[in-house]
C-alpha cells in the first residue's frame, strides 16, 4: 500500500460519499475520516423514493445505506445536518456551515445534484413539489391520495416512476412532457412508444411535445397553463425536470468545473488531493472512448471504490459498463450501456408481450440494451455492451437462438 494520508473528509454523504468512506475502510484506510452530509438524515438510497417508499411499501429505515452504528465501528465521523461552505485548497482545509474548519490531506466532493427548478410564474405556489431528497418525497406522500388531481412535469425516470406509483395510489395523474417522446435524454423510441402506451394504459393522461406556460392559484397550486391557454387543474404538482450537479464549492475553490467536475480516471480532479465523484463529476467513460457525467446508483458505487483505491495508492477497480434501472407498474427495465450515437436499434421479443429487449448498435458493435422483464437479455447484453462486440441483428432479433448461445459466440 502507498503512503497514507492522515485525514480524508468526503463532503455529501450520499450514495457515492458512504461509497467512498466504506472503501477507504475495506482497503485497510485507518487514518481520520470525515463524512458531512448537509441532509439531517443518514446517508439513504434514492431509488426507493419515487418507488416502494413512496407507494408506502417500505419505511425510513429500510433506506439507509448502512446501520447507523456502521459509522461509529469503522470510526467514520459521520456529520450530518450540516454542509460545507467553501474549500480552502492552500490551507487543504474545508470550512462548514457551522464555522467549523475541517484540515484534509485528501478532499473528496460527492456532492450530487438537485433537482432543475421550473422558472415559470406560479411555480413558488404551495404545491408545486420536486423529488430528490427524503425530505420531499415525505411531503409529496402526504399528497398523493386517492383523487388528488396530480400534474406530473416531465417523462424522465422520476417522472414516470412517480405517475406509476400515484396512479396505482389512485390519483388522477396527467404527465405533460415538453419533449415529443418519453424518456427521450435515456433510451431510444422503440422503449418511449411501448412507455406511453403502457402509462396511457394504466390511466395515466399523458401528453408529449407540451408547453407549460405556468402555474395558476393564489394560496396554492390549483392549475397548469399550457402554450394556447388551456389549463390543466391539478391539487399538486410534481416537477421532474432533471437536475444540476452541486459543483458551486468545487469551482469556487478554483477546480475545472463544466457540467460537473472534470475527473481523471482515478477520480481526481485538477488539484491532485481533491477527487469528485457520482453525480457531481465527469469521468472519463472508458467503454466509450469520452468524458461524461452519470447520474446513478452504479456510477456512485463505483466512483467511491475508485477515488478510495487512488487516494491509497492501490490498484484501481475494474470498471463496468454503466447500468441503471427502472420500477413502474410491473416492468423492470435494465440498462446496460449508454445507446448515445447509435446507428441500429434491434428488437428482440415482441413489445405486446411485456417482455422484450431493444439493442442499440453503432457500426455494428453493441452499445447498449435496454430489457424489459428480460433478465438474460440485460445480463448478456451487458457484457457485449463492455466489450463492444459484434453481433448480426438477424441473429440477435432471433428468440429461437438464446442470449447465452449469443453471448458465447459473439466476436469482440
Ligand atoms: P446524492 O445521492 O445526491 O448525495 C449527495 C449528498 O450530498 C446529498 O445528501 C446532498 O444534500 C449532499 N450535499 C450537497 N452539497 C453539500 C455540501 N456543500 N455539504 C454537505 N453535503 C452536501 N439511480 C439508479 O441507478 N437507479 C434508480 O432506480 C434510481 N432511482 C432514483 C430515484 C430518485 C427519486 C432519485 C432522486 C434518484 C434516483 N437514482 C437512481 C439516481 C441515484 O440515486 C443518484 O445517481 C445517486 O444518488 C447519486 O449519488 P451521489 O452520492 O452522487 O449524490
Ligand atoms: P431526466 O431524466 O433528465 O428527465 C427529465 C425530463 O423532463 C426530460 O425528458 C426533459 O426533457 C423533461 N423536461 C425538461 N423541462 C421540461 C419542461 N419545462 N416541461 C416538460 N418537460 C420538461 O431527469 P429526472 O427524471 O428529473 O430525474 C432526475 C434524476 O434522478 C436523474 O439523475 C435521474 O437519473 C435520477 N433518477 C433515476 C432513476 C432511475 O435510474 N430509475 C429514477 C428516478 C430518478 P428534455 O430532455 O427535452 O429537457
Redesign the pocket.
Known amino acids: 500500500m502507498g503512503v497514507q494520508p492522515r485525514s480524508v473528509v468526503i ?7 458512504c461509497q467512498a468512506a466504506a472503501s477507504l475502510r475495506q482497503l485497510g484506510y485507518e487514518g481520520a475520516l470525515t463524512l ?4 439531517p438524515a443518514p446517508p439513504y438510497q ?2 426507493p ?2 418507488k416502494a417508499y413512496l407507494k408506502g411499501e417500505l419505511e425510513a429505515d429500510r433506506l439507509w445505506l448502512r446501520p447507523i452504528e456502521f459509522y461509529a465501528e469503522q470510526n467514520i465521523e459521520l456529520l450530518t445536518g450540516v ?2 461552505k467553501s474549500i480552502d485548497l492552500a490551507a487543504m482545509k474545508v470550512e462548514l456551515g457551522s464555522g467549523a474548519r475541517l484540515p484534509f490531506d485528501a478532499l473528496v466532493i ?4 438537485r433537482p432543475r427548478k421550473l422558472q415559470l410564474p406560479g411555480a413558488q405556489l404551495d404545491g408545486v413539489m420536486d ?2 431528497t427524503l425530505a420531499d418525497v415525505d411531503k409529496l406522500k402526504s399528497r398523493v391520495v386517492p383523487g388528488a388531481r396530480m400534474v406530473v412535469v416531465g417523462a424522465g ?2 417522472g414516470l416512476e412517480a405517475a406509476a406509483v400515484a396512479v396505482k395510489l389512485g390519483a388522477q395523474v396527467t404527465v405533460l412532457e415538453a419533449a415529443p417522446r418519453v424518456l427521450g435524454r435515456v433510451a431510444g423510441p422503440e422503449i418511449s412508444r411501448f412507455y406511453e402506451q403502457a402509462h396511457r394504459e394504466a390511466g395515466v393522461d399523458l401528453r408529449t411535445g407540451v408547453s407549460i406556460q405556468g402555474f395558476e392559484g393564489t394560496d396554492r397550486v390549483r392549475g397548469v397553463r399550457l402554450a394556447g391557454g388551456v389549463v390543466v387543474p391539478c391539487d399538486l404538482v410534481l416537477a421532474g425536470i432533471g437536475v444540476h450537479p ?1 459543483v458551486e ?1 468545487a469551482h469556487a475553490a478554483g477546480l475545472l468545473v463544466g457540467d460537473g467536475i472534470h475527473t481523471d480516471g482515478q477520480a481526481r480532479t485538477a488539484h491532485p488531493d481533491v477527487y469528485a465523484i ?3 463529476a465527469r469521468r472519463p467513460l472508458v467503454h466509450y472512448h469520452r468524458d461524461g457525467r452519470l ?6 458505487i463505483e466512483g467511491g471504490k475508485i477515488a478510495a483505491a487512488a487516494i491509497l495508492g492501490q490498484p484501481a477497480p475494474v470498471l463496468e459498463t454503466p447500468w ?3 420500477d413502474q407498474y410491473e416492468l423492470k427495465l435494465q440498462t446496460a450501456g449508454l445507446w448515445t450515437g447509435a446507428d441500429e436499434m434491434v428488437v428482440r421479443g415482441d413489445p405486446a408481450t411485456r417482455a422484450f429487449a431493444v439493442f442499440y448498435l453503432k457500426e455494428g458493435r453493441i452499445l447498449a440494451v435496454d430489457a424489459v422483464n428480460s433478465g438474460p437479455e440485460f445480463i448478456v447484453g451487458k457484457k457485449l455492451a463492455a466489450s463492444a462486440s459484434r453481433v448480426a441483428p438477424a441473429v440477435l432479433a432471433d428468440k429461437s437462438i438464446s442470449m447465452k448461445d449469443i453471448g458465447a459466440k459473439a466476436v469482440s
Open positions: 463532503v455529501g454523504a450520499g450514495q457515492a460519499g458531512v452530509g448537509d441532509e434514492r431509488p423514493l419515487s454542509g460545507a460527492a456532492t450530487g445534484a423529488l430528490r425516470y422520476i452541486n464549492i457520482g453525480d457531481v447520474e446513478s446508483v452504479h456510477n456512485a441503471f434501472w427502472s
